[in-house]
């Protein structure tokens, strides 16, 4: 009878990328929250308040984004009937 391949576990992350813009008062729900196997990543869009410093201790890793984008726009245009 042949051998049965070796088969390896392997541990997978599933990034989550979070884009934020002040918000300080809804990351600690969010992370503390966050199941094994999920690695947050926070894209900080210029938050004024403490989001990318809680962020950080919540074990994120913290991205800042130079420059915000304005999606609502592009939000309407998909939106709209052709």
Do not use: K
């Amino acid at each position: 009878m042949p051998e049965a391949p070796e088969v390896l576990s392997v541990a997978m992350e599933i990034d989550v990328v979070l884009p934020c813009l002040n918000e300080a008062g809804a990351l600690p729900w969010v992370l503390s929250r966050m199941p094994n196997g999920f690695r947050p990543i926070v894209a900080d869009n210029g938050s004024t308040d403490e989001s990318a410093a809680i962020a950080a201790a919540y074990g994120a890793r913290v991205v800042h984004v130079p420059q915000r984008h304005r999606l609502r726009h592009g939000r309407r245009r998909l939106l709209r009937p052709r």
